[in-house]
C-alpha cells in the first residue's frame, strides 16, 4: 500500500514562503489525483489543494486561494505545495493524500502521510 512522505515544513514569519513536497512510495503514483490537507488544533482537517494525476485540473480552497500553487512532477514521483505569504491562522500539520480521482472529501482519499508541521510565527 502505498505512503506518502511529506517534506519541507517548519517555522515561518508570517508574508513569508514555504514549499511542502510529497514522495509516495509506490510507483502508482502517476495514476493517482494528489491532495493537501491541512489541520489545525482543535478543527477538523480541511482541504487545501486539489491535482489531477496529469496536472491538467487543479483546485483550490478558498481559504488559500490566491496564495498557494499545487504541482507534480510525475517523472519525480513528487507533488509540491508551494504556500506564499503566509498568515498565522495558517498553522496547521499539512497532509499529502492520493487517490484515484481528484476529490474534494478526506474520506476519498485511501493514502495518506504522516503530516509535516507548518508554524507561521513571529
Known amino acids: 500500500q502505498a505512503q506518502m512522505v511529506e517534506s519541507g515544513g517548519g517555522l515561518v514569519q508570517p508574508g513569508g514562503s514555504l514549499r511542502l513536497s510529497c514522495a509516495p512510495s509506490?510507483?502508482?503514483?502517476?495514476?493517482?489525483?494528489m491532495a493537501w490537507f491541512r489541520q489545525a488544533p482543535g478543527k477538523e482537517r480541511e482541504l487545501v489543494a486539489v491535482?489531477?494525476?496529469?496536472?491538467?485540473?487543479?483546485y483550490y480552497s478558498e481559504a488559500m486561494k490566491g496564495r498557494v500553487t499545487i504541482s507534480r512532477d510525475n517523472s519525480k514521483m513528487t507533488v509540491y505545495l508551494q504556500m506564499n505569504s503566509l498568515k498565522p491562522e495558517d498553522t496547521a500539520v499539512y497532509y499529502c493524500?492520493?487517490?484515484?480521482?481528484?476529490?474534494?472529501?478526506?474520506?476519498?482519499?485511501?493514502?495518506w502521510g504522516q503530516g509535516t508541521q507548518v508554524t507561521v510565527s513571529s
Open positions: 509506490d510507483r502508482g503514483f502517476e495514476s493517482y489525483a
Open positions: 493524500a492520493g487517490g484515484s480521482e481528484p476529490e474534494i472529501s478526506s474520506a476519498k482519499y485511501k493514502y
Open positions: 491535482i489531477n494525476y496529469t496536472g491538467g485540473i487543479v
